[in-house]
């Protein structure tokens, strides 16, 4: 795929999320996040905030990212988003092979 410039589009994001796990996704957006669960946590309200999230339904990825990542998936950039959602899904990917 080429990429016309630093930053990805929506389109070209889902594009790359398929080609790397082989599942659609899509972006959710939010005007507020909490990185972290405690209530003594601070509100941000830098919108827009991204998270991605199976399209349907994907290899049963997401939901553990959910459990792991609670409280702390919401990001300022598409980029950052798919970065820490691709590393997540490695160690989810390995720790099954594990398991093996």
């Known amino acids: 795929m080429e990429l016309e410039?630093?930053?990805l589009?929506?389109?070209?994001?889902?594009?790359?999320?398929?080609?790397?796990?082989?599942h659609n996704y899509v972006f959710a957006q939010g005007a507020?996040?909490?990185?972290?669960?405690?209530?003594?946590?601070?509100l941000e309200e830098k919108t827009p905030y991204f998270q991605i999230m199976p399209d349907?339904?994907?290899?049963?990825?997401?939901?553990?990212?959910?459990?792991?990542?609670s409280g702390?998936?919401?990001?300022?950039?598409r980029e950052t988003c798919i970065i820490h959602f691709l590393n997540y899904r490695i160690i989810w990917l390995n720790?099954?092979?594990?398991?093996?």
């Open 5 to 7: 410039n630093e930053y």
């Open 32 to 42: 507020h996040r909490k990185w972290g669960k405690s209530e003594h946590t601070p």
């Open 72 to 77: 702390k998936q919401f990001f300022e950039l």
């Open 56 to 69: 349907t339904v994907d290899d049963g990825f997401f939901n553990w990212y959910v459990i792991e990542r």
């Open 95 to 100: 720790s099954k092979k594990e398991l093996k």
């Open 9 to 22: 589009n929506e389109k070209e994001a889902r594009i790359f999320l398929k080609q790397f796990t082989g």
